[in-house]
């Protein structure tokens, strides 16, 4: 199915009810990982919808992760990573001795995943689980392995729940994919 929105033309890769369901499935593998103290990090702003989504599956299992975030670039508004990650607004919460569950959007590169692990680790976490709306399958630029993800996406440039082309499209409620 495509979608014609103006102006361009976005090809529906995953519906919201598919999302949800993926996201059911991811919490039930989360669950017995995030036993004691965890904090779940969402990357902004693309990781929002995912995060709040995620979270509101993990509490319909009764686990309850502390909630924070970061705000970390690197597209700055191109479809092409710079390939540097700068810190726009750190988290707020303590996380020293806690476990970190990461939550970014699209595992591709790799690079903003492991600069935000590696900021955690920094600031005392016990340990980083990383987790990832969508998986793409292209080189990374990192050794990065990530722990957990939704579901595989094609390597088109996605939009939609979050993800964006040069801020538009964030609020589209599924994901989908622009050539």
């Known amino acids: ?31 017995p990982r995030l036993e004691g103290e965890w904090t779940a990090i969402a990357i902004l702003l693309g990781a929002m919808p ?6 509101k599956a993990l509490a319909r299992l009764d686990t309850h ?11 700055h508004d ?16 303590e996380i020293k001795g806690r476990g970190v ?10 690079r903003t995943l492991d600069f935000a692990k590696k900021h955690m680790l920094a600031k005392g976490a016990r340990e980083v689980v990383s987790c990832a709306m969508a998986v793409k399958p292209v080189e990374r630029a990192s050794s990065m ?7 595989e996406a094609p390597s088109r440039f996605l ?8 801020g538009l499209y964030r609020g589209v409620p599924f994901i989908g994919a622009l050539d």
Not at 50 to 55: E, G, P, Q, R
Not at 101 to 110: E, M, R, S, W, Y
Not at 161 to 166: L, Q
């Open 50 to 55: 995912f995060a709040v989504d995620l979270m």
């Open 145 to 151: 392995q990530l722990d957990y993800y939704a579901f």
């Open 101 to 110: 569950l990461l939550l970014d959007d699209v595992f591709d590169t790799g």
């Open 1 to 31: 199915m495509t979608i014609k929105t103006a102006p361009r033309k976005i090809d529906i890769i995953m519906s919201e009810e598919q999302i949800q369901s993926k996201l059911n499935d991811l919490a039930t593998k989360l669950k």
């Open 159 to 166: 939009v939609g729940y979050g993800m964006d082309d040069a």
């Open 65 to 75: 992760p502390v909630m924070d975030a970061i705000w970390l670039e690197s597209y």
């Open 78 to 93: 191109s479809r092409e990573s710079s390939g540097r990650v700068g810190i726009k607004a750190d988290i707020s919460r």
